[in-house]
């Protein structure tokens, strides 16, 4: 079945850029996600991609898209300590739309 | 708008008891979903909608039911609870299967399985 990995932790100094990269397997998406989860609180979309386009962007947040290498990363410019959540990358495919295990993102002072 | 809804925002039950998380939205979005967030495991996709009448499992449906009777309201039944059910519960919902509509998710049922 459809897979999404990510990795579970990043440490980024407070003004530095954070890139959160994420690997899907399937090849039938048509939307990638990019989720943020606050302590205690529900999942929040950031940003998504349509899978023809190679990059957005959105005031901080940039999302590269590498279809071939079903490769998508969500890079954050000069990081702040309200960025310190969890981010999940997810992918839709047929009806359902699949996340990743999610990347804690954390912020040096 | 209320948004997505979800009663209770807490539950202790013990082995064996059934019961039944709330789900609803006033957006009038025909996709609704039931995640279980565990820690380490992210989400998992436990049942799904995509219209009144129509379910159909995710990832992990044992142990879940569901129903989808009206285009506001995605119910989700454990009829006999297991510790292994120990989790946070989310439901979404959004204007068609999948796209670049936004996906909007509920505030989450902590659920604990004595």
């Not at chain 1, 939307?31 to 005031?59: R, V």
């Not at chain 2, 992210?42 to 995509?50: F, K």
Request: proline share 4%.
């Amino acid at each position: 079945g459809e897979d999404v990995e990510q990795s579970l932790f990043l440490s980024v100094r407070e003004g530095d850029s954070s890139v959160i990269n994420c690997t899907y397997t399937d090849s039938s998406s048509t939307y990638l996600y990019w989720y943020k989860q606050e302590p205690g609180a529900g999942l929040q979309l950031l940003t998504y991609i349509f899978s023809n386009m190679d990059m957005k962007q959105d005031q901080r947040l940039t999302v590269l898209l590498n279809k071939k290498d079903k490769h998508l990363s969500l890079r954050i410019a000069d990081t702040q300590t309200g960025d310190s959540a969890i981010y999940f990358c997810a992918d839709s495919g047929d009806d359902k739309i699949i996340f990743g295990k999610g990347t804690r993102l954390h912020i040096l002072p | 708008n209320a948004g997505v809804t979800q009663t209770p925002k807490f539950q202790v039950l013990k082995t064996g008891q059934s019961m039944t998380l709330q789900c609803a939205q006033d957006m009038n979005h025909e996709y609704m979903s039931w995640y279980r967030q565990d820690p380490g495991m992210g989400l998992r996709l436990i049942h799904y909608s995509v219209g009144a009448g129509i379910t159909d499992q995710g990832e992990v449906p044992n142990g879940y039911n569901v129903s989808r009777s009206t285009t506001e309201d995605f119910p989700l039944r454990l009829l006999s609870a297991a510790p292994s059910q120990t989790s946070v519960y989310f439901c979404a919902s959004s204007y068609s299967r999948v796209g670049g509509e936004t996906q909007y998710f509920g505030p989450g049922t902590r659920l604990l399985v004595l």
